[in-house]
């Protein structure tokens, strides 16, 4: 795959589109190590924080990939071609406890270019992300109580903000500054 870099003020993503309809592929640990987890999220965010481009992801605590991103200061946000849909449900509804998922998809990990954390070659999109921010989201600082719904297990999300380092990408996701 063609990927070029990208600057942050340059990114250009249909959020909505992507966090909902598409899906994004969350990774921590260390490539090198062989020490990473990945699974797919659909709630997230892109943005400015503290004067710093991020991403901002939430994992529930009693997923594996958990103890990834509370273990590991980086992680990966990846973006695929509708044709991988298929990996990502699987990668969102098996855990990595019971075994290398990433066997059963036709993903590759592959080496990021500033952080431990890989990527993927299949990518069309890849994020390199370093922690900036961490908390656990309270129920009684729901101010919509519809949110709680979302919580049957009462097992609620960590938020991670991650400060961009580096985006790679094909064309599509490369705006232009004005």
């Not at 990939?65 to 946000?77: D, G, I, L, R, S």
């Not at 036709?106 to 299949?122: H, M, N, V, W």
Request: charged share 20%; aromatic share 14%; glycine share 6%.
């Amino acid at each position: 795959m063609n990927r070029i870099s990208i600057s942050p003020k340059e990114l250009l993503v249909r959020p909505h589109h992507l966090w909902y309809h598409r899906s994004l592929l969350l990774t921590s640990g260390d490539f090198n190590k062989k020490d990473f987890n990945c699974m797919t999220v659909g709630w997230g965010s892109f943005g400015t924080m503290w004067s710093m481009p991020f991403v901002q992801v939430v994992v529930r605590p009693t997923r594996f990939t958990h103890q990834f991103m509370e273990k590991y200061p980086e992680f990966t946000v990846c973006a695929f071609g509708k044709e991988f849909q298929k990996d990502l449900s699987l990668l969102g509804s098996i855990s990595g406890r019971d075994g290398n998922k990433l066997a059963d998809t036709s993903l590759t990990p592959i080496k990021s270019s500033i952080i431990a954390a890989p990527g993927y070659a299949e990518a069309e999109l890849i994020i390199e992300c370093r922690k900036i921010f961490s908390s656990t989201f309270k129920p009684d600082e729901f101010i919509d109580p519809s949110i709680e719904e979302k919580y049957p297990q009462k097992d609620y999300h960590t938020v991670y903000y991650g400060r961009i380092q580096a985006i790679f990408g094909i064309e599509k996701y490369q705006g232009t500054i004005n």
